[in-house]
């Protein structure tokens, strides 16, 4: 019998590892992947309430096809229960093989799905459903990476390599953006009929790249001792939430900085294209910028929370988004385009990302490997379900107003400042060996119970 996260003394050695091999494939399969997922973020800001909410009037559509955008993220909670378990059990790689299908394959049937006009409401109906398949998948998808990156990563680079996964996330974003900058110069008639589709069929690429990355991964050192050790967990949440339970909450609270990112990249482009009448190209243009930028700053964040501990840079981050938030909004409200730009890539692009480059290693960090796919994905998803309805959130209570943007962005610096309080309050981590990880959270008779 076995503590949680103990690894046996046939454990292979880290430095047997490929942490290179596995921050590049988790960085192409969460890039492949979240290019699916944000190609809907997209479309729900500037087609879908034309397109599956005709009979609406302007605000009510953009209100229903931003909330298709959330209803993913409430299917999210559920997939992390679910390929939680399956990656605590039965390896990281086969979590990272079925999310990349399940969220390719439905992503391609969002480009067939037929208008409201030609089935009526059967067309939204069939478009939630697979905006909840896209969230099942997402549920596990970025847990399943960092996993399977941390596990490989030496113990003093752990941030660094993890950071791949979060940079992938953000290259997705780029090519979601990319590809629908020339979709949008189409006329009107086009975009709304076959033109916005064409993002969504490109998907096909993705099925196949993706897979074949996936499956040609090795499992991980960690997960590999311990099925050879015999220490796998039969039910990882009973675990988790029996003697973790503290660390899940924490990175519940944690995981809602994520609105930063919803409300950047859906409200804020709703909102200056249906209210303040900005031309889309232009706006679709501060994200792809931003993102590209964030490629950047990420692994240099990563690198200087592997130095100085992840609280510091995580904090800085944060309080960062919550005084820009006012500023990138601002800019958009009087429309001034030298501003939005310099604002949005210097939040986006520079500040929001040393959140982004430091919360993979960090909530990883806050569980024994036993449970650590499950506490990682199940805290994360439940947060990001909140953030994901953040969007529909901000309009709902603000409306859509030209003064509208002010109550938005107190409302993103108080989900900041919560973030914040769980940061401080958590553990250090950055210098805790990796079979330590997660036990001191563990009295000693807790321990001695896990049946493994």
Known sequence: MMTPGSTPSTAPAVTKA???????????????????????????ALVFGRVFFPDSNPLAGTLLALATFGVGYLARPIGALVLGHLGDTVGRKKVLVLTVLLMGISTVLVGFLPSYEQIGVAAPVLLV?????????????????????????????????????LSGTQAGQIFATAVFIPVALLPE??????????????????IVVAFLIRRTLDETPVFTAEVAGGVVAEVPVRVLFRD???????VIAAALIASVSTIFTVYALSFA???VGLDRTTMLWVGVLANVAALGTIPLWAMLSDRVGRKPVFIAGSLGCAALMF???????IANYPLIFLVGIGMFGF????TSAVWPAFYAEMFPATVRLSGMAIGTQIGFAVAGFAPTIAIAVAGDGANAWFIVAVITAIICIINVIAVATAKETFQTPMSQLGLKQVSTEQASRVTV
């Open 129 to 165: 459903l697979l905006r909840l398949a896209q969230g099942f998948s997402a549920g596990g998808e970025q847990a399943g990476a960092n996993s399977m990156s941390m596990e490989h990563a030496p113990d003093h680079r752990r941030a660094f390599f993890t950071s791949f996964t």
């Open 327 to 333: 500023a990138y909004l601002y800019a958009i409200a």
């Open 273 to 275: 294209v249906n209210t």
């Open 244 to 250: 973790h339970w503290r660390g899940v909450l924490r």
């Open 18 to 44: 490929n942490p290179r091999r596995a921050a590049a494939a988790a960085w192409i399969g969460s890039a492949l992947e979240y290019y699916d997922f944000f190609i809907y973020g997209t479309a729900a």
């Open 351 to 354: 500040v929001y990302t040393a």
């Open 189 to 206: 008639a086009q975009l709304l009929s076959w033109g916005w589709r064409i993002p969504f069929w490109i998907s096909a690429i993705v």
